[in-house]
Nanobody
Framework: QVQLVESGGGLVQAGGSLRLSCDVS????????MGWYRQVPGEVREFVAT???????RYADSVKGRFTISRDYVKNTVYLQMNSLKPEDTAVYYC???????????????WGQGTQVTVSS
């Protein structure tokens, strides 16, 4: 069974920084793209950033220049370095991964449980 576990959320003042981590655990799988989404209560979950196996990255316009996504391909971990945080970045941040289970032919999407990020003004 594959699990994604996030860590690193918390409370920070505007202008501050946080680093989120997401570890993929389990056995008999390979990871394709990994990334982050965020969600505010009552709103749709929105894309934040993604990183492919080839090293390509993509960001939402709202976080470009402030957030950086990176991966440790050996540890199956994805990070989100968040700088110059704003109150509007407050949300629950969810990690996702596109995973190929051994014996399967299609990628499957997995989500973490979410970690709260709160930015005070």
């Amino acid at each position: 069974q594959v699990q994604l576990v996030e860590s690193g959320g918390g409370l920070v003042q505007a202008g501050g920084s946080l680093r989120l981590s997401c570890d993929v655990s389990g056995s008999s799988f390979s990871v394709n793209a990994m990334g982050w989404y965020r969600q505010v209560p009552g709103e749709v979950r929105e894309f934040v950033a993604t990183a492919t196996n080839g090293g390509s990255t993509r960001y939402a316009d709202s976080v470009k220049g402030r957030f950086t996504i990176s991966r440790d391909y050996v540890k199956n971990t994805v990070y989100l370095q968040m700088n110059s945080l704003k109150p509007e970045d407050t949300a629950v941040y969810y990690c996702y991964a596109n995973i190929l289970l051994r014996g399967r032919s299609l990628l499957e999407g997995y989500w973490g449980q979410g970690t709260q990020v709160t930015v005070s003004s």
